[in-house]
């Protein structure tokens, strides 16, 4: 009978296993909410993101290319001499700006699409954190007023050689370089759309940061 009641009660071994397993379901609900990241944007509004990041890199491409091959050679007439005339978006400081600008949004474009492409991909949030929203609108903000500027700067050398100079007998340079005129002036508006598609884009991630806490 002493060995009978000396025998270890089996709950002890059983319950050990059990405390185990409940203090991994409640570390595991504990560390839930601050690993997962929350979802203020709905899944329809990432693919808007996304797409409008996107259009965004094709306009700029455009913009870029547009300009890049604005480059003609023809003849003017200035008190009745022909004179050979040969027009390049390199000749010009603000175009060349605009080709710097735009090349920096297509970069900034295509970096942050990879990274969206990649996120949707895998389910996740395409803007993981506050910071990184931070991140995304002080480079969108930056780089949209840096597009206004160059479009503005392009369409005042662009009006010039449309209008030419007054009391000059420098004439119309866009009629004998109308392919050159042409391109800036596509180039030009491609530009200030990108600006438009940065603005948006500026502005979503405004709605973000004001709905999120963390």
Same mark, same amino acid.
């Given at each position: ?28 609900? *504990? %560390?839930?909410? &601050?690993?997962?990241? #929350?979802?203020?944007?709905? =899944?329809?509004?990432?693919? /808007?993101?996304? $797409? ?64 969206? *492409? %990649?996120?949707? &991909?895998?389910?996740? #949030?395409?803007?993981?954190? =506050?910071?990184?929203?931070? /991140?995304?609108? $002080? ?76």
């Amino acid at each position: 009978m002493m060995n009978d009641q000396k025998v270890p009660p089996p709950e002890v071994a059983v319950q050990l296993p059990e405390s185990k397993v409940a203090a991994t379901e409640n570390s595991g609900t *504990m %560390s839930g909410p &601050l690993i997962r990241t #929350p979802r203020y944007f709905g =899944r329809k509004a990432e693919v /808007l993101h996304a $797409a409008l990041r996107l259009l965004c890199m094709v306009t700029s491409v455009a913009a870029l290319s547009f300009m890049v091959t604005a480059h003609q050679s023809s003849s003017v007439s200035i008190y009745g001499f022909m004179l050979p005339v040969y027009s390049k978006w390199s000749f010009s400081h603000s175009f060349e700006y605009l080709v710097g600008v735009s090349a920096a949004v297509v970069a900034h474009s295509l970096l942050q699409l990879l990274i969206s *492409m %990649s996120r949707l &991909l895998r389910k996740s #949030p395409v803007v993981p954190s =506050r910071s990184h929203a931070w /991140l995304l609108f $002080a480079g969108d903000q930056v780089l949209s007023y840096a597009m206004i500027s160059a479009g503005a700067a392009a369409s005042g050398v662009s009006n010039l050689n449309r209008t030419g100079i007054q009391h000059t007998p420098l004439p119309n340079f866009c009629k004998p370089l109308h392919y050159f005129c042409d391109h800036v002036a596509i180039s030009i508006a491609f530009t200030f759309f990108s600006c438009f598609l940065l603005a948006a884009l500026a502005i979503q991630e405004v709605m973000w940061l004001s709905k999120s806490k963390y």
